[in-house]
């Protein structure tokens, strides 16, 4: 059975920067698939970053240049690198890989 864990969230002012990590417990070939999603108060969850099974990366337009995805399939951990965070970037953020999601991480942005 797979179980992420995410951590790495916090409270950081507007042009800091944040690493959540997701760390995949159980059997697994690879954290390739990976996604990172987020949900805002009064927001639907959305994707913000993946990794697709060849390893590209996409991003959502709002953070495309200041968020950028890596993985350790060997520590089997996703990385999320968030820089110049803004306030608008304030939500839960969520790791789902293998139809399993994990418990969220709560980014805030503010001054």
């Known amino acids: 059975q797979v179980q992420l864990v995410e951590s790495g969230g916090g409270l950081v002012q507007p042009g800091g920067s944040l690493r959540l990590s997701c760390v995949v417990s159980g059997s697994i070939f690879s954290i390739y698939n990976m996604a990172w999603y987020r949900q805002a108060p009064g927001k639907q969850r959305e994707l913000v970053a993946a990794i697709s099974r060849l390893g590209i990366t996409e991003y959502i337009d709002s953070v495309e240049g200041r968020f950028t995805f890596s993985g350790n399939n060997a520590k089997k951990t996703g990385y999320l690198q968030m820089n110049n965070l803004n306030p608008e970037d304030t939500a839960v953020y969520y790791c789902?890989?293998?139809?399993?999601w994990g418990q969220g991480t709560q980014v805030t942005v503010s001054s």
């Open positions: 789902h890989y293998d139809h399993n």
